[in-house]
């Protein structure tokens, strides 16, 4: 039996989605799709604040005063990978800089808007050899690096002095056109779905909580960051007193990876570390209650918002979220059934209780008593070599020295 709210969550996700995908964001130039999800904001009536840079700090307030000093935070982020202007080349095209960590193999024979001072030209990123009739096979000799690409504009331009004369400065942003495609069969593919899928999915998440009238037990604070390919992502963007911080981004669909374009996946570990053991247990047992089709996996080659606030030193548990998806920072595919069921276990997740109640304590209140552990102590020691078993070591008398 199909569920026509189900129907409309998903229908709205998809218009946000490509909505969202039409605005041009490569990290550092973000204002116009922070003021675009500030709108969505204003509709679905949370109440929200802006940072200095245009990070936006949204709030769902708790209905439970025991919990007055636990917060919880999810993340996504509204920045995208891209180029800037490197150098303006004697023949007129130009060299360009990676905004964020991506190939060049992925930008050859992109189409791309170049925002000047004074307004916006087009053009096409093409490999130094670019024509197989001039240079026949030294085209596929051709090294992979951005050294060896650069941007035709579609302007009069075959000089330097050409170039400055139409507006164009280094450091000049390059954004590249996501080339959406939405099929029947369910598949999404485009550029930039990094992490644009995943701000759909928290957006519609939002609207069935808002639709449904619920309330979470506990505040819940939506960070829509702006610096995330590029490091420092949800770094200084938390003032509260947050015990708990969900990331959500991209799961890669790759030989070696767990992850599945029809699934939501929980990452364990990333190039930072693994996520915390409990908020990421917590995750996959409200998969499992909701029967939520989920993955486990690990990203060896990936930051995240999540990480980006340990390493500023919030006293947090983190946990990442992630819909799968096929060439992450390439031309993107995913699939309706992950973003789904990304929206389904964000759901569950904001209105689910805290992990841990004691996480409210500031670090020198939290007593031995209420310290969690992750499993059994007889478990965690059970071993061919017997050993002193914990409990005995840690229930020193008072009396020895």
């Known amino acids: 039996m199909s569920n026509p709210q189900a129907e409309s969550d998903l229908a709205y996700l998809q218009r946000v989605l490509l909505e969202m995908l039409a605005i041009p964001s490569p990290s550092g130039f973000t204002d116009t799709i922070v003021r675009?999800?500030?709108?969505?904001?204003?509709?679905?009536?949370?109440?929200?604040?802006?940072?200095?840079?245009?990070?936006?700090?949204?709030?769902?307030?708790?209905?439970?005063?025991?919990?007055?000093?636990?917060?919880?935070?999810?993340?996504?982020?509204?920045?995208?990978i891209g180029a800037s202007v490197?150098?303006?080349?004697?023949?007129?095209?130009?060299?360009?800089?990676?905004?964020?960590c991506w190939s060049s193999r992925f930008a050859e024979g992109s189409r791309i808007s170049l925002f000047t001072d004074n307004g916006v030209l087009r053009g096409s990123v093409l490999p130094l050899l670019a024509s197989g009739h001039a240079f026949n096979?030294?085209?596929?000799?051709?090294?992979?690096?951005?050294?060896?690409?650069?941007?035709?504009?579609?302007?009069?331009?075959?000089?330097?002095?050409?170039g400055e004369n139409l507006g164009i400065g280094i450091g000049d942003f390059v954004a590249f056109d996501p080339l959406p495609e939405f099929t029947e069969s369910g598949h999404i593919s485009s550029r930039h779905l990094d992490d644009k899928a995943g701000v759909a999915a928290l957006l519609a998440s939002l609207k069935a909580i808002r639709d449904g009238n619920l309330q979470p037990l506990i505040d819940c604070h939506m960070l829509f960051t702006i610096t995330e390919e590029v490091g420092s992502g949800a770094a200084a963007a938390m003032p509260w007193d947050v015990s708990e911080f969900v990331g959500i981004d991209i799961a890669p669909v790759a030989?070696?990876?767990?992850?599945?374009?029809?699934?939501?996946?929980?990452?364990?570990?990333?190039?930072?570390?693994?996520?915390?053991?409990?908020?990421?247990?917590?995750?996959?047992?409200?998969?499992?209650?909701?029967?939520?089709p989920v993955r486990r996996d690990l990203f060896r080659y990936y930051h995240s918002d999540a990480q980006s606030a340990v390493t500023a030193g919030h006293d947090i548990r983190t946990a990442l979220l992630a819909f799968g998806c096929d060439g992450t920072h390439g031309y993107e595919r995913t699939h309706i059934d992950s973003l789904a069921a990304l929206t389904r276990l964000l759901t569950a997740y904001i209105?689910?209780?805290?992990?841990?109640?004691?996480?409210?304590?500031?670090?020198?209140?939290?007593?031995?008593?209420?310290?969690?552990?992750?499993?059994?102590?007889?478990?965690?020691?059970?071993?061919?070599?017997?050993?002193?078993?914990?409990?005995?070591?840690?229930?020193?008398?008072?009396?020895?020295?």
Not at 86 to 99: C, S, T, Y
């Open 137 to 162: 096979t030294a085209v596929d000799e051709l090294p992979v690096s951005w050294d060896h690409v650069e941007l035709r504009l579609d302007a009069q331009c075959n000089s330097r002095a050409e």
């Open 351 to 401: 209105l689910s209780p805290p992990v841990f109640a004691s996480d409210a304590q500031p670090g020198n209140e939290q007593s031995l008593e209420r310290f969690s552990h992750q499993i059994e102590l007889d478990t965690q020691l059970a071993s061919d070599t017997r050993l002193p078993s914990l409990g005995s070591l840690l229930d020193v008398r008072k009396d020895q020295p």
């Open 255 to 292: 030989a070696g990876q767990n992850s599945s374009e029809q699934c939501v996946s929980v990452a364990m570990q990333d190039s930072g570390g693994p996520y915390d053991y409990h908020l990421s247990r917590h995750l996959l047992r409200l998969a499992s209650d909701g029967e939520i």
């Open 36 to 80: 675009y999800i500030a709108e969505r904001l204003d509709e679905l009536e949370i109440p929200f604040e802006l940072t200095r840079r245009g990070t936006i700090r949204a709030t769902l307030r708790g209905r439970q005063s025991e919990y007055d000093r636990f917060d919880r935070a999810v993340s996504a982020h509204l920045d995208t």
């Open 86 to 100: 490197r150098e303006i080349k004697d023949n007129g095209r130009m060299a360009l800089a990676p905004i964020g």
